[in-house]
């Protein structure tokens, strides 16, 4: 059992059986102590039982393994998308709208620190390595205290520390990207690494195909796409009461597009040849570092302190030459160049301490301080022969941030379980002070052995605005701090079920939500990719928010077979009164969604999984009324946003894994992966149209068709010198 | 690299199929236009919006509309100026100054009658002409001096007027809205289809007052082909060419500016208009319709003789 997993079972009340060599007395050994989750990747359905926490789901390393990959490649985003009350916004990208969230009001957390940037491809995969995530815990409501600076859910993603006795790893091909990962230890039981790479090779696709294409031809173009990202690690087990963890994340997106075309001046004596340019290239990704202490002090308390860094950068630049001829002048080359840039720092320490003076207490205690930093620039510049103007704009917040958080869950009876807690966070930027107090409460009554009912209520806060014109996840997103012009965005949510574990392996919970947010941004400028950095604070409406529903879970799971069956019944509302007087849908604003969920392992050489995902359709806006011009052609008008209901959403991935041991007991897997088995081309975007009748249908434009990919996985084992 | 990555975003729709419109409106409305001003007339179009979803419903002839103004609680007439079978259009002559209140219901039988209010922005903007010559092009530049202290909304309009004397005569031809915005300010460029002016098609850039410099001013900044003027005497007379220009510039009330930039926004067909971004499409502040009822102060520059 790792490090963590001793935290994890200390704390849900749950009898420590079996620890680690750095722990503790006998005495402890059956200790039970009570305390909120601290971490998680291998807590099972009746330890979530005994619990007081609501909305949360452990996902661990076999069950995004297992599950449903992508284009051949596992992914975290993607399994968290099919759990109830998650919308997934626009297909294939990693869109997560929770609980009504707008998207960038999740809380991505790796090892620790937080993750600005955590797509790669324009949203179509997480920044996450599947290779090197040990466990992901992912909230939706009842968050504790130690979680703060989002409004709608906590994605906290664990990676593994690497294997102090053996050395093996993993090495995996597939048609987007090849994965590498590698372990063991440095001293055997006391320090060990985990290395993880990967890179996408589509530009080892395009960059010859391009070749090829422009040869002999006066007009070239190319393009060329890469991404590519590291996840290291190293564990020092110091003593038996203290570890001291390094952790190391790096990702980058690249794009590059370029094309000329040949220009011919005709002068006085001979034709001038010349070139016209355009070029662009986007690149975007993140650095994190971090390095933490876990220790023990006595018989019941642990700490952690940790020392992060994490940086998210992007940066756009446009570039056109426009070439042309005078008899006089000679070559006249005229440029415009443009260039987006961001960047975003958060430098800060943090400490945990978890302490049970009681066997009926458990007090949880933390603080945090760092600084942010927010840094986007904009420039332009546009060169005449004999002129040359620029132009642009850069701002540079630097904003303190601090958090004090204290929680006690007490056992008040035998069946009555209370968490109740505070989080105070204040944020000073350009001589503003916001303050936040935030309660998180949280009860627990346990009916019985098998059946708990538990509910929840917490405020959060959200400093940090992502600045974006568009739904889509793109590089030209920015991140801004609250100013005196821009208030947080604030949330309410109360939440309560009935949880159950249910004889023969079964699991059933319904639970319930009710959330409100206030402050929310919303852009109300002209159509463009590039935010307005100069006016952002004005361009961007202040309206609310709010949404409300059910999600019901079902399981089954047996050694051989896992099925999960989630429903959500929900609504998710907004009011923007720059943009409609009134109440209107969220565009995620999915009324039904349902997920079935199947795994099967038939045979130690082979496994299937299928997965089949519904929901309504979403919203947008189109045209509600037809009105004539001064010369009877028809004009559109729109009533208010989001009128207009898509088609219903739905398709079916399947799965296949075919393994096979190797003499030297390595396995190999190959993976054959269906996604949108029976082809539906759900709707992206829709329109209106006229019909021969003279009325008006709908059109609905349809984007991903069937995808079929297949990748192969070595696990390799090094053998050990003796 | 903008129209680029535009363009990668929208090309990537590939299939489309019918689907059920649901939960759309049923009724037709009534969709009122007007924007009084300064100006001596006040002219009202009415139009009847026929919903998408029940596009055979029985829609009365627009003619049989009737509306009724009030400046400050008081009833002005209001007479038919041109009925046709798309639209008609109604006049009144009231005496408006900055800050009057104005009121305003039209009704047709069938359809549900709508009710608006607004008010005559404060005065005139103050601004400033200047006009260059730039590369082969003129520049003409309007400062826009904004009070700082109040959201304000603009709308800027360029005029161009030729005059010929040849053998065919002496003759003028003006030509609205043929510069092009010289930065790549997104300012919008909304053609009012004769909201404003009945009798000529005409353009005029509409603008919030955010981006100001610390001065407080706000520019505009247009170019366009430039003609230098050409004229020749001799014994037959005086002939050939000349160009002069004109700005008019308003001060916008917020339901003016509101409606004009959701209208511009629908001509866009950007990536609001696609679904992949949140879109202004649906202002209105007309009670029971749709349109909009919303002041505008206009001053002139009158005719500007060429550089």
Same mark, same amino acid.
């Given at each position: 059992m790792t490090f963590y997993n001793f935290f994890i079972k200390t704390a849900l009340c749950i009898p420590v059986l079996s620890f680690p060599v750095l722990a503790f007395s006998e005495e402890n050994r059956m200790h039970e102590a009570c305390v909120d989750t601290l971490s998680a990747s291998v807590v099972t359905a009746d330890e979530i039982l005994v619990a007081t926490q609501t909305g949360l789901d452990h996902i661990d390393q076999k069950r995004i393994l297992g599950g449903f990959a992508l284009l051949s490649t596992p992914d975290v985003i993607k399994v968290i998308q099919t759990l109830p009350g998650v919308a997934s916004g626009t297909e294939l990208m990693s869109g997560l709208?929770?609980?009504?969230?707008?998207?960038?009001?999740?809380?991505?957390?790796?090892?620790?620190?937080?993750?600005?940037?955590?797509?790669?491809? $324009?949203?179509?995969? #997480?920044?996450?390595? +599947?290779?090197? *995530?040990? =466990?992901?815990?992912? &909230?939706?409501? /009842?968050?504790?205290?130690?979680?703060?600076?989002?409004?709608?859910?906590?994605?906290?993603?664990?990676?593994?520390?690497?294997?102090?006795?053996?050395?093996?790893g993993t090495f995996s091909v597939g048609l987007i990207d090849g994965r590498l990962q590698f372990e063991g230890p440095v001293v055997r039981?006391?320090?060990?690494?985990?290395? $993880?790479?990967?890179? #996408?090779?589509?530009? +080892?696709?395009? *960059?010859? =195909?391009?070749?090829? &294409?422009?040869? /002999?031809?006066?007009?070239?173009?190319?393009?060329?796409?890469?991404?590519?990202?590291?996840?290291?690690?190293?564990?020092?087990?110091?003593?038996?009461?203290?570890?001291?963890?390094?952790?190391?994340?790096?990702?980058r997106d690249a794009l590059k597009l370029y094309s000329s075309s040949q220009e011919k001046a005709y002068g006085e004596d001979a034709v001038h040849v010349g070139n016209d340019e355009t070029s662009g290239h986007v690149s975007w990704g993140n650095i994190l570092a971090s390095m933490a202490w876990d220790g023990i002090a006595g018989s019941?308390?642990?700490?952690?302190?940790?020392?992060?860094?994490?940086?998210?950068?992007?940066?756009?630049?446009?570039?056109?030459?426009?070439?042309?001829?005078?008899?006089?002048?000679g070559e006249i080359i005229a440029s415009a160049m443009e260039s987006n840039r961001s960047r975003t720092g958060d430098l800060g320490v943090k400490a945990d301490v978890s302490y049970a003076p009681h066997k009926n207490h458990r007090l949880r205690m933390g603080m945090k301080c760092g600084m942010l930093l927010?840094?986007?620039?904009?420039?332009?510049?546009?060169?005449?022969?004999?002129?040359?103007?620029?132009?642009?704009?850069?701002?540079?917040y630097t904003a303190a941030e601090a958090a004090l958080y204290a929680e006690d869950e007490m056992t008040l009876t035998e069946w009555l379980k209370v968490n109740a807690g505070l989080r105070y966070a204040p944020m000073?930027?350009?001589?503003?002070?916001?303050?936040?107090?935030?309660?998180?409460?949280?009860?627990?009554?346990?009916?019985?052995?098998?059946?708990?009912?538990?509910?929840?209520?917490?405020?959060?806060?959200?400093?940090?605005?992502?600045?974006a014109t568009t739904y889509l996840d793109l590089p030209t997103n920015c991140w801004m701090p609250s100013t005196e012009r821009v208030a947080p965005m604030h949330s309410r949510q109360v939440a309560a079920g009935v949880y159950s574990q249910l004889p023969y392996g079964l699991v059933l919970d319904v639970e319930g939500y009710y959330k409100t947010m206030d402050h929310l941004r919303e852009y109300v400028g002209s159509s463009t990719l590039f935010p307005p950095l100069e006016s952002w604070e004005t361009d961007f409406s202040e309206g609310r928010g709010r949404a409300y529903g059910m999600e019901v879970k079902f399981g089954y799971c047996t050694p051989a077979t896992d099925v999960s069956l989630y429903y959500t019944l929900s609504w998710s509302e907004r009011h923007f009164s720059a943009l409609y007087n009134g109440w209107y849908p969220d565009r995620n604003d999915n009324r039904h969604k349902i997920t079935v969920i199947a795994s099967h392992k038939f045979s130690e050489k082979f496994d299937v999984y299928a997965a089949?995902?519904?929901?309504?359709?979403?919203?947008?806006s189109v045209a509600a009324y037809i009105v004539p011009d001064k010369n009877g052609n028809p004009v559109e008008f729109f009533d208010r946003p989001n009128n207009a209901s898509l088609p219903d959403y739905h398709r079916l991935d399947v799965g296949f894994n075919f393994h096979k041991k190797t003499k030297r007991g390595n396995e190999s897997i190959w993976n054959l992966s269906i996604y949108n088995v029976y082809c539906r081309l759900n709707a992206v975007n829709a329109a209106i149209d006229k019909k021969e009748d003279g009325s008006y249908r709908g059109i609905a434009y349809g984007l991903v068709p069937i995808i079929p990919t297949f990748s192969y996985t070595l696990k390799f084992n090094c053998p050990r010198r003796r | 690299m903008r129209l680029l990555m535009t363009s990668v975003l929208l090309s990537a729709v590939a299939c489309e199929y019918d689907f059920?419109?649901?939960?759309?409106?049923?009724?037709?409305?009534?969709c009122v236009e007007c924007l009084p001003g300064l100006s001596d007339t006040t002219f009202v179009r009415v139009r009847v919006a026929v919903p998408v979803g029940n596009a055979a419903a029985d829609v009365p002839p627009v003619s049989g509309t009737s509306v009724c103004l009030s400046v400050n609680g008081e009833d002005v007439p209001v007479m038919v100026y041109a009925s046709g079978e798309n639209a008609v259009t109604f006049y009144s002559l009231p005496e408006l100054s900055c800050g009057d209140v104005l009121e305003m219901k039209a009704s047709l039988d069938g359809l549900e009658p709508v009710s608006s209010c607004t008010v005559i922005p404060g005065a005139v903007p103050e601004y400033e002409v200047e006009m260059n010559k730039r590369n082969g092009d003129i520049v003409i530049v309007v400062s826009i001096k904004d009070d700082q202290t109040s959201e304000d909304y603009y709308a800027v309009g360029f005029a161009r007027k030729t005059r010929f004397i040849d053998s065919r005569g002496d003759r003028e031809e003006i030509a609205y809205g043929r510069l092009e915005l010289t930065d790549r300010e997104t300012y919008p460029d909304l053609d009012n289809s004769g909201v404003m002016q009945l009798d000529s098609f005409r353009s005029f850039y509409v603008l919030n007052d955010r981006g100001c410099n610390d001065s407080g001013i706000k520019t505009v900044s247009v170019t366009g082909y430039y003609s230098k003027d050409l004229w020749v005497e001799d014994d037959d007379g005086i002939w050939g060419h000349g160009v002069q220009y004109q700005v008019t510039c308003s001060r916008l009330s917020p339901e003016s500016y509101n409606y004009l930039r959701s209208r511009y926004e629908v001509k866009q067909d950007g990536l609001a208009y696609h679904g992949l971004a949140p879109g202004n499409f649906a202002y209105t502040n007309i009670a029971g319709g749709l349109g909009v009822f919303g002041g505008a102060a206009t001053s002139s520059s009158g005719w500007l003789d060429n550089i």
């Open positions: 709208y929770v609980h009504g969230g707008n998207g960038s009001d999740n809380l991505f957390i790796l090892d620790g620190v937080p993750l600005y940037q955590v797509s790669h491809l $324009a949203g179509l995969f #997480s920044s996450f390595n +599947a290779d090197v *995530v040990d =466990g992901v815990d992912f &909230y939706k409501s /009842g968050f504790p205290g130690r979680y703060g600076g989002r409004l709608s859910s906590v994605i906290d993603v664990k990676t593994r520390d690497g294997d102090f006795e053996k050395y093996h039981d006391r320090v060990s690494f985990n290395v $993880a790479v990967r890179r #996408s090779w589509l530009d +080892a696709l395009s *960059v010859p =195909g391009f070749a090829i &294409y422009n040869k /002999g031809r006066k007009d070239r173009s190319s393009a060329g796409y890469s991404f590519y990202d590291a996840n290291a690690s190293m564990v020092w087990k110091a003593s038996d009461s203290g570890r001291l963890t390094a952790r190391f994340y790096m990702g019941s308390v642990n700490y952690n302190v940790t020392a992060y860094y994490s940086r998210s950068a992007s940066k756009i630049i446009s570039e056109i030459s426009d070439w042309s001829w005078d008899d006089e002048a927010f840094r986007p620039e904009t420039r332009r510049q546009m060169s005449y022969p004999g002129n040359v103007s620029e132009g642009g704009f850069s701002v540079d000073f930027v350009r001589g503003k002070a916001w303050h936040n107090v935030e309660p998180r409460v949280a009860v627990q009554f346990r009916c019985c052995d098998r059946v708990a009912i538990k509910a929840s209520y917490t405020d959060m806060n959200q400093f940090a605005h992502n600045v089949w995902n519904y929901h309504s359709g979403g919203h947008m | 059920e419109l649901r939960n759309m409106p049923q009724d037709p409305l009534l």
